[in-house]
Nanobody
């Protein structure tokens, strides 16, 4: 499974960006899809998660500002980010859990896309 993230860039405080992530490869069964971020000198943290059934989870700092969604037909996951703050500056990674033929889950990561919010 290969993941390709896009949509990062430079935006001013209060602005918006939409991240996209496309999953491709041989036949696979995607379970959950998520976005993580890593700021300089900090660990990689979960930002938002969406299950195969559409249940979403967010970290407190982005609730009400970010929205995660997915298109199962296209194997895509999105992160709509609004009212961005300088503290949202980070490299954003998409990740998916894929279920194999033995029903075991395997995690796959995208390459990351940089989001910079200027004050």
């Amino acid at each position: 499974v290969q993941l390709q993230a896009s949509g990062g860039g430079l935006v001013q405080d209060g602005g918006s960006l939409r991240l996209s992530c496309a999953a491709s490869g041989s036949r696979f069964d995607i379970n959950s899809m998520g976005w993580y971020r890593q700021a300089p000198g900090k660990p990689r943290d979960l930002v938002a998660l969406i299950t195969s059934g559409g249940v979403t989870t967010y970290i407190d700092s982005v609730k009400g500002r970010f929205t995660i969604s997915r298109d199962n037909d296209k194997n895509m996951v999105y992160l709509q980010m609004s009212r961005l703050k300088p503290e949202d500056t980070a490299v954003y990674f998409c990740a998916v859990d894929v279920r194999d033929d033995n029903s075991e889950l395997h995690a796959y990561w995208g390459q990351g896309t940089l989001v910079t919010v200027s004050s």
